[in-house]
């Protein structure tokens, strides 16, 4: 790994290489958007979209950001050969413009420069222009978001790049105002400069792209060769975890849960850590305080309006530290990521708060992220019209409400003998104000004035008291409440909805199923969970080839679709999936999960597996236009996929006894170890697989018909608690391993459960107190079998 000196110089000289492209006015516009006080007019207005508006070749795309610009006066291109072409044989410079759907401010961008004539008509004479969805293609996001974070320190979308034909990129920023404004230049502005220097000193900005690549290329690189003897490389620390948990413990907001400044992001790989932590050292400080803090977090958000207590379901982040005011958009990695955060939860403290939210986040999906033949959608927008007639689009307008539309909606007594309408309980209880309920820093733009973000910080008890009623009375005035404004939030007009079904968001969805069902006993949410699998399986994968596909889609009539050239599966969806599918194992015990598991992982080691360095490359070297491949070594909203590899693999080489995926652990933990030892908290997942290795995990078989209660009564045993360094496993004639084949012979059909660790086993038990002294290490079986 790089050290970190070394790395800040790298980038410094690739700040100052992109400089000279651009010396009088920088090419990196910070996205400081509060700077621009214009943006007080910046929702998005339909009426001046005209229907008669040309098409241009995004028409043709099925990725809805995509379509959302098929009628911009804009040239685009979708990334692909043809625009490459075109700039090569043209020698013009390309304009990438990298968003997503369900993104405000791409929105904003689109609107302000995209829709005008103007600015298209300078960018369609001096550029080739691509406009990509990073949803589809998260390695040319990732690529190019890496230069623009290097070169500025700072990075978000919309991102805006600017490359020569041989796609090296020499400028960028995110979002870029229309106008100049306040000493920065707007978009037009650095459109005709980049256009001219191009035109008068290409080879210079060729020649600058190619160093700017160099060090790129230099700053991303591990140094860990094949044949480098193991005593040379720094090792990861069996200890690795205290400095992870240090380090997020100084970060952690003692009075509202979370991590770090405003905006806050729910960051569940790091919940899930203090999750470990907590039961790796439930007697310690570090293990209660580990506790405290991801419990903290977990309750704090369910209070706050990030949390949808109408229509359920989470926002992707809160503006405020307070988990006040979201920003409103939902995405699908999220809602399945907390489910899992809740069901854990849950599972320590038997709580219901924890489970209520479980239930909360998986209606939600189920009733406005599902298609009918099983796969999940990515996500809903955060801006939408405020009433049909509207033209402007507002963030936020389907979720806020005025305490007058309250007070109208529930106008009707508590009960015959109360002076205290409904309307006065629920306002008192989410806090809703006559002015609104959200401070003037957190809607800089003035598009929640005198809206109320909905709020529980009020407890039940307290309500119970004010209004003299008992608090079950409460819960029940509060859900005719809530089924009242969701009744009539349905009347408005909904935010767009993003339903391209991508792979490793519906992998990590069957994960949160898959465990709900096991931890609750839920069989809706256990079939729920197959069904996700088996349209995967369906319309996402190619048996014949062994190819995942990163995405598929729904046509106008609600049938899947795909593209004419379907993008390949990225290391996520291969991760994630068998992820999905090894908690799908694990919840049903229907070995071909787990061989559809080993078959995904062997092709993923196939597509990725760095053999001369070790760990997984994000892409595949199939595709000639992404020219430098990375090894992400950051949990960010989505884990890493060498993370989830990580394991992955420990679970599949004791489930499958495979030696290559064995052999890989070791060397997978070696390529980050310098990350791990700097910085483990980039890596919380990655930590927690780190752990596991280094603690051995415990594999616990069992044998029997599977439709025998007896078995079903040990399982529920297993499956109610929360044990990370648990596999489970169904010993059978058709086990992958050798050692579960022997043992299904050794019972014959009988039921019995095995605990193994450490290559033995103990003798079998049949009863669940048994099973729980063991998995407790209150009590120990012989050893029976050297597995």
Same mark, same amino acid.
């Given at each position: 790994m790089l050290g970190l000196s070394k790395a800040k110089i790298r980038v410094n000289r690739l700040w100052s290489i992109s400089k000279t492209v651009f010396p009088e006015t920088p090419v990196i516009i910070y996205p400081n958007y509060n700077h621009y006080k214009h943006f007080q007019n910046s929702t998005i207005n339909l009426s001046s979209r005209s229907m008669e508006k040309i098409k241009n070749r995004l028409a043709q795309e099925r990725s809805p950001y995509l379509l959302q610009h098929a009628e911009n006066? =804009?040239?685009?291109?979708?990334?692909?050969?043809? @625009?490459?072409?075109? @700039?090569?044989?043209e020698k013009k410079l390309i304009f990438l413009s990298v968003g997503y759907s369900t993104c405000h401010w791409c929105h904003v961008m689109e609107h302000e420069s995209f829709e005008n004539q103007d600015v298209a008509a300078v960018m369609n004479e001096h550029y080739i222009n691509i406009k990509v969805d990073r949803e589809e293609r998260p390695d040319v996001d990732q690529l190019y978001m890496t230069f623009v974070q290097a070169a500025c320190g700072q990075g978000g979308w919309p991102m805006s790049v600017f490359l020569t034909p041989d796609l090296k990129p020499i400028g960028g920023g995110t979002y870029y105002p229309p106008n100049d404004a306040y000493g920065r230049p707007g978009f037009k502005t650095i459109l005709l400069h980049m256009a001219n220097k191009w035109k008068n000193d290409s080879n210079s900005m060729l020649e600058n792209g190619t160093k700017l690549m160099k060090i790129l290329k230099q700053t991303t690189a591990f140094d860990i060769q094949l044949g480098t003897e193991l005593s040379n490389i720094m090792k990861p620390n069996p200890k690795t975890w205290i400095t992870c948990y240090s380090q997020i413990e100084r970060i952690y907001d003692d009075e509202w849960g979370g991590?770090?400044?405003?905006?806050?992001?729910?960051?569940?790989?790091?919940?899930?850590? $203090?999750?470990?932590?907590?039961?790796?050292?439930?007697?310690?400080?570090?293990?209660?305080?580990? &506790?405290?803090? @991801? $419990?903290t977090t977990l309750q704090k958000m369910t209070m706050g309006g990030i949390h949808d207590h109408i229509g359920?379901?989470? @926002?992707?982040?809160?503006?405020?530290?307070?988990?006040?005011?979201?920003?409103?958009?939902?995405?699908?990695?999220d809602q399945a990521q907390l489910a899992v955060s809740y069901t854990t939860a849950f599972q320590i403290t038997k709580h219901e708060q924890y489970s209520d939210v479980v239930h909360d986040i998986l209606q939600y999906v189920s009733r406005d992220l599902s298609h009918e033949q099983g796969g999940f959608y990515s996500a809903e927008d955060a801006d939408s019209l405020p009433t049909a007639d509207s033209t402007k689009k507002r963030e936020g307008a389907f979720f806020t409400w005025t305490q007058e539309e309250i007070k109208t909606l529930l106008d009707?007594?508590?009960?015959?003998?109360?002076?205290?309408? $409904?309307?006065? $309980?629920?306002?008192?209880?989410?806090?809703? &104000?006559?002015?609104?309920? =959200?401070?003037?820093?957190s809607d800089p733009h003035g598009e929640l004035l005198d809206q109320n973000v909905l709020i529980e910080f009020r407890s039940k008890e307290s309500t119970a008291k004010k209004f003299e009623i008992t608090v079950e009375n409460v819960e029940k005035e509060l859900k005719i409440a809530k089924n009242i404004l969701y009744e009539a939030r349905k009347n408005r007009p909904r935010p767009h909805l993003d339903n391209k079904i991508i792979t490793s968001w519906n992998g990590l969805m069957i994960t949160a199923y898959a465990r709900a069902a096991s931890a609750f006993n839920v069989e809706e949410y256990k079939q729920r969970a197959i069904k996700a699998a088996e349209f995967l399986e369906m319309h996402a994968w190619d048996s014949n080839i062994n190819l995942l596909l990163r995405s598929c889609y729904v046509n106008d009539d609600g049938n899947i679709a795909n593209i004419e050239k379907p993008i390949p599966g990225f290391l996520n969806d291969y991760a994630f999936l068998i992820r999905g599918l090894l908690d799908l194992y694990e919840c049903t015990l229907q070995s071909k999960w787990l061989k559809w598991a080993d078959e995904l992982q062997a092709q993923q080691d196939e597509l990725f597996w760095d053999k001369e360095k070790f760990g997984y490359y994000s892409s595949s070297d199939k595709d000639p236009s992404i020219i430098l491949r990375f090894k992400s070594d950051h949990d960010g909203a989505e884990p890493a996929g060498n993370s989830i590899s990580a394991l992955n693999l420990l679970k599949l080489s004791m489930l499958t006894e495979k030696s290559e995926y064995r052999s890989k652990i070791d060397p997978l933990f070696l390529t980050f170890a310098g990350r791990l030892s700097n910085s483990p908290s980039a890596l919380p997942a990655l930590v927690s697989a780190l752990t596991l290795h280094f603690d051995s995990m415990t594999s616990v078989y069992v044998t029997g018909d599977l439709d025998n209660p007896d078995l079903e009564t040990l399982l529920s045993a297993i499956r109610q608690r929360y044990m990370p360094n648990l596999v489970l496993a169904h010993a059978d004639k058709n086990s992958l391993s050798e050692l579960a084949k022997g043992l299904a012979i050794a019972e014959n059909g009988k039921v019995a459960a095995y605990v193994c660790k450490n290559n033995t086993c103990n003798l079998p038990v049949h009863s669940t107190e048994e099973l729980i002294a063991l998995l407790d290490g209150t009590v120990e079986k012989p050893i029976s079998v050297v597995a």
């Open positions: 006066p =804009v040239q685009w291109y979708p990334w692909g050969d043809e @625009a490459f072409e075109k @700039a090569r044989l991590f770090g400044m405003p905006p806050k992001f729910p960051q569940p790989t790091i919940l899930d850590f $203090l999750f470990h932590v907590s039961y790796k050292m439930s007697k310690s400080s570090e293990g209660k305080k580990s &506790l405290e803090m @991801a $419990l359920q379901g989470f @926002a992707r982040y809160s503006t405020d530290e307070k988990w006040h005011v979201p920003h409103f958009e939902k995405m699908l990695y009707k007594p508590l009960d015959s003998k109360s002076n205290f309408k $409904l309307s006065d $309980l629920f306002c008192w209880h989410f806090s809703v &104000l006559p002015n609104g309920n =959200v401070r003037p820093d």
